[in-house]
């Protein structure tokens, strides 16, 4: 289960082990400028400095790319992936609204590869924000 409580504890621990509060060489362990603080997604790249460059749907503060948060309980679940099984029966279609927080990869349509990326970081073979 991907909890997003992950993000903060990880920088928290950063901060035990050297000894000091997170400073801006730790900021943006996904390389994109952006403090880690700041970021609406840790662990995947927005735009150079720029929070907005990615998306956040559903507003909770979490970029598409690694919330898959889908009924906003805290936690990546069988709900959650039910949910968006339910959308992918009938193929691969384009997103709008809200269901566009189910776009992973930014592309503005519901595929395969969503669903894949869901799956790994679900099972914890990839965090979504890799």
């Keep these: 289960m991907f ?9 928290l621990a950063t901060a035990l082990v050297l000894g000091s509060a997170p400073t801006a060489s730790l900021a943006g362990v ?3 400028g952006v403090p880690d603080a700041l970021d ?7 735009g150079p400095g720029n929070v ?4 956040d749907t559903d507003g909770d503060g979490y970029g598409n790319a690694c919330d898959a948060d889908y009924n906003g309980d805290g936690a990546t679940t069988t ?10 029966v009938n193929g691969e279609i384009a997103l709008t609204g809200p269901d566009l927080e189910k776009d992973h990869d930014g592309d503005g349509y ?3 590869g969503d669903l894949s990326y869901f799956e790994q970081a679900f099972t914890g073979l990839r965090n979504l924000g890799e």
Excluded at 3 to 9: D, E, H, I, N, Q
Excluded at 40 to 46: A, D, E, S, V, Y
Excluded at 79 to 88: C, N
Aim: aromatic share 6%; glycine share 6%.
């Design 3 to 11: 909890s997003r409580s992950t993000f903060g504890l990880a920088a």
């Design 30 to 32: 996904d390389g994109d």
């Design 40 to 46: 609406n997604c840790p662990l995947t790249p927005n």
């Design 52 to 55: 907005s460059d990615q998306v």
């Design 79 to 88: 709900i959650d992936y039910t949910e968006l099984l339910t959308l992918l």
């Design 110 to 112: 519901l595929t395969l």
